[in-house]
């Protein structure tokens, strides 16, 4: 069955367990918006993860025929997939006197709403960079899933939006560039995501343009949108030693082959819906775990963890695309 963040919410009876929900939906337009197949439960040996399906690479088509003459053979190509669920979240830890003294600023709320926001901004990075290949504790993302397919646009060139100038020489080449970009896609995409140079950059573009729009989440926060699709800012990711944007700005690509070109970044967009892309998470509503620490049990130092237990699944490459090479500095 396909679910939401807020309806996995109304299934739970712990008061924490849906202010935790909440606080996830408020650090992510991404995750408030995705819809969950929470069809999968351990193995043999409660050891896997597993969710498998069939990702559609190329559809049906059809054409005419004269009589007594046949139909051109043709055939849709799919692909079998599978993704392992990955456990993300983190803990925490602090002096009972200070969890017992904190006064105005709950430590234990501050220190679990920051928990949040790290896991939420792990959540967002892996959706886009994640390779199992490369870190077998994530799941593929978005940007290895897209490699070679139809809605891989602009690999052999780039548009210059890096400055105020620039954006006024290039807006309507921009604006064309984006429009055949989202031509390719099987219908109009949920949200358009970047990092936050990009997004700045197509809000200037549409305003230009007039195609800015705003629209309310469910939080009644105002989020821009073009065309009336939501512009989603993936912002920064922080690792503990660095911080850099969540989609990467390349310094190192060459666009036509041989020149480097310094600057350049993508766009991505995707529908969320169960036959395109979408998250995949364990049966029942244990999607979100949070442990909090224990202030009566004996021990001066107290725990406490958040964790998600969730991936991703594209199961149409056409449900989902990425506009490569746009230069933002």
Known sequence: MAITLAEAKVS????????VVDEFRRSSLLLDSL??????????????????????????TAGFRAINSEYAPQEAKRKKESVD?????????????????????????????EKILAASNL????????????????????????????????????IDLSSSG???????????????????????????????????????VARRAGYLTQSEDAFGRKVDAYDGIPLMDLGYY??????????????????????IVTGLTDLFAATIDIGGFH????????MINTYLPNLTAPGAVK?????????????????????RNIKVK
């Open 279 to 286: 998250g995949v998470t364990v049966k029942g509503d244990k």
């Open 238 to 259: 922080t690792n503990g030693a660095n911080t850099s944007p969540t989609v990467k700005i390349a310094d190192t690509r060459k666009p036509d082959g041989s020149t």
């Open 166 to 204: 620039a954006i006024d020489t290039n807006y309507k080449e921009f604006l064309d560039l984006l429009d055949s970009f989202l031509s390719e896609l099987a219908g109009k995409p949920t949200m358009l995501m970047g990092n936050s140079k990009l997004m700045t950059k197509i809000r200037s």
């Open 85 to 113: 669920l990955k456990i993300f979240g983190g803990s925490f830890q602090l002096d009972r006197v200070i969890a017992n003294t904190s006064g105005a600023v709950d430590e234990v709320d501050f220190q679990l709403k």
């Open 123 to 158: 959540f967002h990075y892996t959706v886009i960079n994640g390779d199992s290949a490369t870190d077998s504790k994530s799941f593929d993302g978005l940007d290895k899933a897209l490699v070679g397919t139809d809605t891989e646009i602009n690999t052999d060139a780039f």
């Open 35 to 60: 819809i969950f197949d929470d069809a999968v439960s351990p193995g043999t040996g409660g050891s896997t993860l597993t969710y498998g399906y069939t990702r559609l690479l190329t559809p049906a």
């Open 12 to 19: 739970m009876a712990d008061k924490v367990d849906q202010m």
């Open 303 to 323: 725990t406490g963890e958040v964790e998600m237990v969730a991936a991703i699944a594209l199961k149409n490459s056409r449900k989902a695309g990425v506009l």
